[in-house]
């Protein structure tokens, strides 16, 4: 590791800590030629494996970007969706793997934004799956309330 003030190639570590939910380490370290400190912080890259073939960085940022344009004009706040990216990158980083197929990473956002909001849902949906006409709507939102009646013990029927 360079050092940042007078570009000597060498540092030693003098603390390292993890950080993020073990996510990054940061690292103190302390320059051997002009004796400055400064620290750095290492994470592991999480590849993005796009359907052109090209590979990129994961990026929270771009999730929640996405999220944003879905919920827009909904009641979802902005740390909802903070927590929401979390949510995502953290499921994608638990399956182990340096390169993830961006489709994948859609199918990880899915769950937590119908539980976020199913307008929505909807909405990432019909461009993610590529809804053709209204009748993908309406299946959707037919799973949609047979999940809802699922879970509350109704038949669902009398939902408006």
């Known amino acids: 590791m ?13 603390d390292s800590r993890s950080t993020d939910d ?14 400055r400190r400064f620290t750095t912080q290492e994470t592991v890259l999480l590849m993005v494996a796009k359907r052109s073939g090209v590979t990129e960085p994961f990026s929270r940022t771009k999730i929640i970007a996405g999220v944003r344009r879905a919920c827009q004009g909904r009641p979802v706040t ?14 994608i980083r638990c399956r182990g793997v340096a390169e993830v197929p961006s489709h994948e990473i859609g199918l990880a956002i899915l769950g937590p934004l119908r539980d976020l909001d199913e307008v929505a849902y ?14 993908d709507f309406e299946n959707e939102i037919a799973i949609l309330r047979a999940d809802r009646a699922k879970v509350n013990g109704t038949s669902g029927q009398s939902e408006s």
């Open 2 to 14: 360079h050092c940042p003030f007078c570009r000597h190639p060498d540092s030693r570590v003098i």
């Open 22 to 35: 073990g996510a990054a380490i940061r690292r103190r370290r302390a320059c051997p030629e002009c004796e």
């Open 78 to 91: 902005e740390d909802l969706l903070a927590k929401l990216g979390q949510q995502v990158e953290e499921e």
């Open 122 to 135: 909807l909405h990432f949906a019909s461009v993610y799956r590529g809804f053709e006409s209204l009748m």
